[in-house]
């Protein structure tokens, strides 16, 4: 015969089994929540900075669509660049309080396929439109940068990245 203490133990196992299936979905939810907003709130406070190191330092830049800011100081009269294309650049990328990390002075010029995410997302969607001899600074929030963790080396996590660069070649890759 079943004993009553049988039975108890038997609904408190039920009722914690029902209790763990309920809690982490409502907590996902809760979690998930709270990080879009941390998000927002994160993404506002890097505006406001870099809006601020704008002003300044007199920087007169615009503002692309999806958060970088930039200005062109010399235009190219050549095509622009396209996916695909390999680009030559000398660089300098800083911090905004003007530490640098890397500069193609030391660590010599920069090379990359565009569309290869071989570099900062946001440094790839600009570059497509420059074109070569152009030089153009560019300020790079840290979701087109290197995002929370940095790049493990001289770039800390969420660093607002300056970047100062010259198209010096573009190798125009065939369309197949």
């Given at each position: 015969?079943?004993?009553?203490?049988?039975?108890?133990?038997?609904?408190?196992?039920?009722?914690?089994?029902?209790?763990?299936?309920?809690?982490?979905?409502?907590?996902?939810?809760?979690?998930?929540?709270?990080?879009l907003e941390m998000?927002?709130?994160?993404?506002?406070?890097?505006?406001k900075v870099i809006?601020?190191?704008?002003?300044?330092?007199?920087?007169?830049?615009?503002?692309?669509?999806?958060?970088?800011?930039?200005?062109?100081?010399?235009?190219?009269?050549?095509?622009?660049?396209?996916?695909?294309?390999?680009?030559?650049?000398?660089?300098?990328?800083?911090?905004?309080?003007?530490?640098?990390?890397?500069?193609?002075?030391?660590?010599?010029?920069?090379?990359?396929?565009?569309?290869?995410?071989?570099?900062?997302?946001?440094?790839?969607?600009?570059i497509q439109q420059?074109?070569?001899?152009?030089?153009?600074?560019?300020?790079?929030?840290?979701?087109?940068?290197?995002?929370?963790?940095?790049?493990?080396?001289?770039?800390?996590?969420?660093?607002?990245?300056?970047?100062?660069?010259?198209?010096?070649?573009?190798?125009?890759?065939?369309?197949?």
């Amino acid at each position: 015969m079943i004993s009553v203490k049988t039975i108890a133990i038997s609904i408190l196992l039920a009722g914690l089994l029902l209790a763990c299936k309920q809690k982490p979905q409502e907590k996902k939810r809760v979690t998930k929540d709270m990080l879009l907003e941390m998000n927002k709130k994160l993404v506002g406070t890097e505006t406001k900075v870099i809006e601020k190191y704008i002003e300044d330092k007199g920087l007169q830049m615009e503002k692309s669509k999806t958060g970088y800011y930039y200005s062109v100081s010399n235009a190219s009269t050549g095509d622009t660049i396209r996916m695909n294309d390999q680009v030559v650049l000398a660089y300098t990328t800083s911090l905004l309080d003007g530490t640098i990390c890397y500069s193609s002075a030391t660590e010599g010029l920069m090379s990359f396929t565009v569309g290869k995410a071989q570099v900062e997302a946001g440094l790839e969607q600009f570059i497509q439109q420059l074109g070569p001899g152009s030089i153009a600074k560019l300020i790079l929030p840290p979701y087109l940068a290197h995002g929370v963790g940095g790049d493990g080396n001289k770039i800390p996590k969420l660093a607002i990245l300056i970047m100062d660069i010259e198209v010096v070649e573009v190798h125009r890759v065939p369309a197949e």
